[in-house]
């Protein structure tokens, strides 16, 4: 996810790029932009960007212009976070989907604690908006896979229910440290083997079914 953060003065200018935007400036000092299988990257300062970027109209973007944004950057979703120095309040619109997304920040809410609340909501609906998407082209595999232990089941599950391309998980057996299940998941294959991989499972096709070891 591509993060563009706006800050809204109480004049209603909107300011990207330089220091005056707070919230850019405070996303950038975060040692971590990675939680569970998404990976937030904020927006660079360079040539593509700048020219693709400008703050008046980035958070009513059209589909070319997320396109060239989401190409360039090498995302799926870009979120326009847009924080209202006057009303207090963060806009949260992720693309491609447009959906928008509020929350009121109280005087309590610095601006760290208002960032983990826009990172909370944008985890929550990213899931939901990639399946709403792109539910049409959804696909399912059964899968096989025997487990060491039953920790290491639930963290597979756990891993599973957590990436924005699966959808419905469904257990069909389970016996002798060995799980039968079937999923449903959206987009390419070839991009899920990679992400689980690098937990430690290897989704494998073994003919008829799947197979993780």
Excluded at 17 to 36: D, G, I, M, P, V
Excluded at 81 to 103: A, D, H, L, T
């Amino acid at each position: 996810v591509l993060l563009i953060p706006l800050f809204e003065k109480k004049d209603n200018t909107l300011n990207l790029w330089t220091e005056e935007n707070l919230l850019r400036e405070e996303l950038l000092n975060k040692t971590s932009l990675k939680t569970n299988l998404i990976n937030f990257q904020v927006i660079e300062k360079n040539l593509g960007n700048i020219t693709a970027t400008n703050p008046k109209t980035i958070y009513e973007m059209d589909k070319e212009k997320f396109n060239e944004l989401a190409s360039f950057n090498s995302v799926d979703n870009i979120a326009v976070i847009k924080y209202s120095e006057q009303e207090k309040k963060v806009y949260i619109k992720i693309f491609p989907s447009q959906q928008v997304f509020e929350e009121d920040i109280t005087l309590r809410d610095n601006m760290s604690t208002m960032i983990e609340k826009t990172f909370n909501i944008i985890k929550a609906n990213t899931k939901k908006i990639t399946q709403e998407v792109t539910k049409s082209t959804a696909n399912s595999i059964d899968v096989v896979y025997t487990y060491p232990d039953l920790s290491s089941w639930m963290k597979l599950k756990k891993q599973l229910e957590s990436n924005p391309q699966v959808d419905t998980i469904n257990i069909i057996s389970m016996a002798n440290k060995k799980v039968h299940f079937n999923f449903t998941y959206t987009g390419i294959i070839e991009k899920l083997q990679t992400e689980l991989s690098l937990n430690g499972f290897n989704l494998k096709n073994n003919g008829e079914f799947y197979v993780i070891n």
